[in-house]
């Protein structure tokens, strides 16, 4: 009877084991849900520390290996080494560097908002053509205006005029391809082919019927490489790539929305069409920077995008941007210091074109796979 009439309390709760429980509790009590976020930003930061660390070393390598190394090389001492020889030196070995460092910087975010709009790890810019325009003007320019003229020999006009007609090949493209097609790759790959062919083949024309002197200026405006670099408009140019940068990166947040889809972007209150046609304008207007300061670089902002990708463990456009610039700048001022301090014949952009070649096709079977 007294059993009966005892009142059946539910039993206590099991103590929660340390670090579970409720979302709040644990990002109070330092949980495994409040560290995930620590370990990944600690995880990012590290990152950045260490890539700051090797560019500054390669930095270091490159200037030595213009200088001193190359005095030492000459059988000087240091005391030998004529008054005013280290500056003249530099005065070349500087711009050359500012040069790669602006152009590595922008080929890996324009490469980076470029992949977010196509939505494919596998395309660059320069895959579309990109490379073939800029080739193409200045073979024009000559033909019709002269090597002689005013907008071929002002690297300043030149350039705006090459920018110009990139940024209309764009649009052109926008019209035709991602909007009327919804971002289909295969179409996208299609109009570069179709596009790099159709100038390629009229620039071969038109070298075969100007003269030899006209000849000889397009060879010169249009073999830009690391070795020899068009350091002229590299004032306007880093001006230019600066407003790209700050810009892309103040719309990181965009490009977070935008890399889950056009549907879900629009869900989300992102003018898909407009920020498109947007990115589109900023990609062609970075791409002809690099390509008029050192020629060109297919693969260097596949490359860095995808290595900052799997090194970061992260989706959020911010981060990967800085990764991506940071990765670019190492490889391409790394690879241009190891080549000049050993003497070596190949151009980097040779090697880094081999690599790229390589691994995008490890991507494409990797994407089939999956």
């Given amino acids: 009877m007294a059993n009966e009439l005892k009142p059946n309390f539910p039993k206590a709760a099991a103590p929660l084991p340390e670090g579970s429980g409720s979302g709040i509790h644990s990002r109070r009590s330092g949980g495994a849900w409040g560290r995930a976020p620590l370990n990944k930003n600690m995880r990012i930061a590290i990152v950045f520390i260490v890539l700051a660390v090797l560019i500054a070393g390669a930095v270091g390598l490159y200037l030595y290996s213009r200088t001193f190394l190359l005095v030492a090389r000459l059988g000087m001492t240091r005391d030998e080494i004529p008054s005013g020889a280290i500056e003249s030196i530099l005065g070349r070995?500087?711009?050359a560097l500012a040069a790669m460092?602006?152009?590595?910087?922008?080929l890996a975010v324009v490469s980076l908002s470029f992949q977010t709009i196509v939505q494919s790890r596998v395309l660059t810019p320069s895959m579309i053509g990109f490379d073939s325009v800029f080739v193409g003007t200045q073979t024009i320019l000559v033909f019709v205006f002269g090597a002689g003229s005013f907008v071929f020999a002002n690297p300043h006009v030149n350039y705006l005029i090459t920018a110009g007609i990139m940024v209309v090949i764009s649009m052109t493209m926008f019209g035709f391809i991602l909007r009327s097609h919804k971002?289909?790759?295969?179409?996208?790959?299609?109009?570069?082919?179709?596009?790099?062919?159709?100038?390629?083949?009229?620039?071969?024309?038109?070298?075969?019927?100007?003269?030899q002197s006209d000849f000889f200026q397009v060879q010169a405006a249009t073999s830009v490489n690391i070795n020899n670099m068009n350091t002229d408009i590299i004032r306007i140019?880093?001006?230019i790539i600066l407003g790209v940068v700050v810009l892309t990166l103040f719309r990181h947040r965009r490009y977070d929305v935008m890399?889950?889809?056009?549907?879900q972007a629009k869900g989300l209150g992102v003018p898909y069409e407009k920020e498109l046609r947007f990115n589109l304008i900023i990609i062609a207007i970075g791409m002809s920077v690099a390509t008029a300061l050192i020629g060109s670089l297919t693969f260097l902002g596949l490359l860095a995008v995808n290595a900052a990708r799997e090194v970061l463990k992260t989706h959020k456009h911010l981060p990967l941007f800085i990764g991506s610039a940071m990765m670019a700048t190492l490889a391409l001022v790394l690879g241009e210091a190891v080549r000049v301090a050993f003497q070596m014949n190949i151009p980097v952009t040779v090697l880094i074109n081999l690599v790229g070649c390589i691994y995008v096709f490890y991507l494409i079977l990797k994407e089939n796979r999956t």
């Fill in 183 to 211: 971002n289909n790759i295969i179409f996208l790959l299609m109009f570069g082919l179709v596009l790099s062919s159709i100038i390629g083949s009229g620039t071969r024309y038109l070298h075969s019927i100007m003269n």
């Fill in 93 to 95: 070995a500087l711009p």
């Fill in 259 to 263: 890399s889950l889809g056009p549907v």
């Fill in 101 to 106: 460092v602006v152009s590595a910087v922008v």
């Fill in 237 to 239: 140019a880093s001006w």
